[in-house]
């Protein structure tokens, strides 16, 4: 069974750097659309970054020239760099993709278990 695994979240100061992680927990034939979100307390769930199939990259307008999304084929990874971080960047946050396991098998979409980012001021 393929899982998104996040790591990465932690507690830290305001104007601090954290770096999120999202990998699947096995081998896979393919990823599309992975994006991340974030849902703060008393808050909806929001989209942070997303990145299509056609490499194409966007940025909720809160986070726009702070957080930066990247992939790393080789491991199969997907990554949120947060930089200048503000307390109202506290949340949980998911990493989210559509997966084929296998060439003959249909996509079907995953959620990673959430990490915990805590901004302080």
Not at 55 to 72: E, I, L, N, P
Not at 89 to 108: H, K
């Amino acid at each position: 069974q393929v899982q998104l695994v996040e790591s990465g979240g932690g507690l830290v100061q305001a104007g601090g750097s954290l770096r999120l992680s999202c990998t699947a927990s096995r081998s896979i034939f393919s990823i599309n659309n992975m994006g991340w979100y974030r849902q703060g307390p008393g808050r909806q769930r929001e989209l942070v970054a997303h990145i299509s199939t056609t490499g194409s990259t966007t940025y909720a307008d809160s986070v726009k020239g702070r957080f930066t999304m990247s992939t790393d084929s080789a491991k199969m990874t997907v990554y949120l760099q947060m930089n200048s971080l503000k307390p109202e960047d506290t949340a949980v946050y998911y990493c989210n993709a559509d997966v084929r396991r296998r060439w003959f098998e249909s996509e079907q979409n995953y959620w990673g278990q959430g990490t915990q980012v805590t901004v302080s001021s």
